[in-house]
């Protein structure tokens, strides 16, 4: 299959690459990893006339700890969140989802910064970040913004990020102690989407008391979810399995999923209630390691 | 019609200068521009794992990779696996075990468990299997391609 022809730019700064963006208008679109836009545009779904590879943009490879924040550059590959050190030591709710996304050689080329701007609400990273709050930075001809997370996805395909905008760091903030997380992700075959996917962030007191708790749904939705209901009902219970139970219950009824050949939307509901408790399981054991 | 870009790629210790249409994949730069047919076309959707191919020593999809993005990189294809004519490990494992019937995805698989190898020289069964993951093959139910990959790793320990 090949796409339509288009002309190819690979800009040296952020700033070249937000004037191409604004030169070429909607025909423009930024190349990142490729591994969702290179398969959308061989089906010709995309057409792009103008691609901006900003593969080779520097400094936006980084994971790192500063200001209260993990920092995630926009072009680190899902990849390099797998050998990283701090993400194996330490946010293993990321470390459970880049794993889960597609396979080996796609993790080589895929972007966090990609997985989240595509707005594809079957992507893995959104509910993770949902569930972490994090805050997009996405940098523009004036200059840098800060979005937050629940207000990125509007629809499917479309976030708030503008057309001429790039998204060049995911933020989160450092979970105190007593926090956990992790993502489960149901699906038919490595590769394959999510039929449902389910992650949960939540940070503990020493009594077992929940101080805060973060739900995200991966592919129940026409954008990922955050289930606000099931979080805010977790605070201040005491994480039990009946409290467990009763907050899978109230995520299962926020999912808004469609039958589709993943399977019908009354099985996806009752997966979301399935995922939910174990993944606030394996939160909690976390949690308190 | 595009502009077409001048692109320099090393491909298996060889430099390859060529004009090419940005929209030419990786994979269709590999087999039709330079002839190296051993790299296989297999899905086109990025599922099957046959056209993978070392790009700077990571297994990508060259179904997946436009020839201008990997500008200045270095490839590696199942034709620069052997040295001098000997067979590589893998080669020779697949070939002991019985690690093929078909052949057709034989190229990717060995592409990506030379990327296993190099990251992780002692890989335990299950690092073979998660290592092959985005590789699929409908004839051996992968049993013989987990035993080619620790015979070659035993070979190269």
């Not at chain 2, 999809?61 to 436009?66: L, M, Q």
């Given at each position: 299959m090949i796409p339509q022809s288009f002309e190819y730019f690979r800009p040296r700064s952020v700033s070249e690459a937000i004037a191409l963006l604004q030169e070429h208008g909607d025909g423009a679109k930024i190349l990142s990893g490729g591994q969702s836009l290179i398969p959308m545009m061989k089906i010709r779904l995309a057409r792009p006339e103008f691609i901006i590879d900003i593969n080779r943009l520097p400094d936006l490879h980084y994971i790192k700890e500063e200001g209260g924040f993990l920092k995630i550059g926009g072009l680190t590959r899902e990849a390099d969140l797998e050998t990283s050190s701090l993400i194996r030591s330490k946010y293993f709710i990321i470390l459970d989802t880049a794993a889960s996304i597609a396979d080996p050689q796609v993790r080589n080329m895929a972007t966090v910064g990609g997985n989240l701007a595509h707005g594809d609400p079957a992507n893995d990273h959104p509910a993770t970040m949902l569930a972490l709050e994090a805050e997009i930075v996405a940098v523009g001809q004036h200059g840098e913004r800060i979005i937050p997370i629940k207000d990125f996805f509007l629809s499917i395909f479309t976030t708030a990020l503008e057309h001429s905008e790039i998204l060049t760091e995911i933020r989160i903030p450092i979970p105190p102690s007593g926090s956990g997380g992790s993502y489960f992700k149901l699906e038919r075959k490595v590769g394959d989407f999510a039929t449902v996917g389910v992650a949960a962030q939540v940070t503990v007191d020493g009594a077992g008391v929940c101080r805060r708790a973060g739900i995200g749904l991966t592919n129940v939705g026409a954008t990922p979810i955050k289930a606000t209901r099931a979080e805010g009902f977790l605070v201040g219970k005491t994480m039990d399995k009946q409290q467990i139970d009763r907050a899978a219950q109230l995520a299962a009824e926020e999912a808004q999923p469609s039958s589709d050949l993943r399977g019908p939307a009354e099985y996806k509901v009752s997966m979301v209630r399935e995922l939910t408790k174990r993944a606030l399981l394996r939160a909690c054991e976390r949690a308190v390691r | 019609m595009a502009t077409k870009k001048h692109v320099c790629l090393k491909v298996n210790g060889s430099d390859h200068d060529a004009e090419i249409e940005p929209r030419l994949l990786l994979v269709h730069f590999i087999r039709e521009v330079l002839t190296l047919t051993g790299t296989h076309v297999g899905c086109d959707t990025t599922n099957c794992g046959a056209c993978t191919v070392l790009l700077d020593g990571r297994a990508v999809?060259?179904?997946?990779?436009?020839a201008v993005q990997a500008d200045g990189c270095e490839i590696r294809t199942i034709e620069g696996v052997a040295n001098n004519g000997k067979l590589h490990p893998l080669q020779e494992g697949f070939k002991e075990e019985h690690g093929l019937q078909c052949g057709f995805c034989t190229p990717g698989m060995i592409m990506s468990a030379c990327a296993l190898l190099e990251k992780n020289p002692h890989p335990s069964e299950q690092d073979i299997r998660w290592g092959i993951s985005g590789n699929m093959c409908r004839c051996t139910g992968y049993q013989n391609i987990v035993k080619a990959v620790q015979y070659a790793a035993n070979k190269m320990a």
């Open positions: - | 999809k060259s179904c997946t990779v436009f």
